[in-house]
């Protein structure tokens, strides 16, 4: 099985997403997610990361990183005003994606992708464009994805009632909170 690095943003996102995967890959989680506001927001969602894992996927290893709010308030400077699924969003794809292909690179994984394409919210287009930039970027195999597609999502929100996950309202930055 190739060893597969799997950007997460949270334990609901990523819950139907490791259903599909781990039949196929050898998954680790990288949750690298510095747009998260407040940090206690962070480690809540965090904490649920684990919880999932422990409870359903014992398989699957966790790689945290740590919390660096100022790293994403430096990348998104002057775009603090865009509506949500704009270009500080954008920004913000790049950053956590970026930041798992090199990991990935680094530790020697043979692929990598992210959990964000099961939302409806998030446009799995443009962050396959990404994905693939980064992977011609740093020589590593990015997986394709639309977990949305095929109940991803409606999965995702049986599993959260299945394991009462914590699911947030909003996607992380503090500039989402109200909106």
Do not use: W
């Amino acid at each position: 099985m190739k060893k597969l690095l799997l950007h997460s943003c949270c334990g609901p996102c990523s819950s139907s997403v490791l259903e599909r995967l781990i039949k196929d890959y050898e998954v680790t989680i990288l949750y690298y997610n510095p747009n998260i506001y407040p940090e206690e927001e962070y480690f809540k969602r965090y904490k649920e990361q684990l919880r999932l894992l422990s409870e359903a996927y014992p398989q699957v290893n966790l790689l945290e990183c740590n919390y660096n709010q100022e790293d994403y308030e430096s990348k998104v400077k002057g775009f603090e005003k865009e509506k949500e699924g704009g270009s500080r969003c954008k920004i913000c794809f790049r950053l956590r994606m970026e930041y798992t292909a090199k990991k990935a690179k680094e530790l020697n994984f043979d692929i990598f992708t992210t959990t964000l394409s099961v939302s409806p919210y998030k446009n799995a287009e443009l962050l396959n464009e990404i994905g693939k930039e980064l992977s011609a970027l740093y020589d590593i195999e990015y997986l394709e994805s639309n977990f949305k597609k095929q109940n991803g999502y409606l999965r995702s929100i049986e599993l959260s009632k299945k394991y009462n996950l914590y699911r947030q309202h909003y996607c992380g930055c503090r500039y989402s909170l109200h909106t």
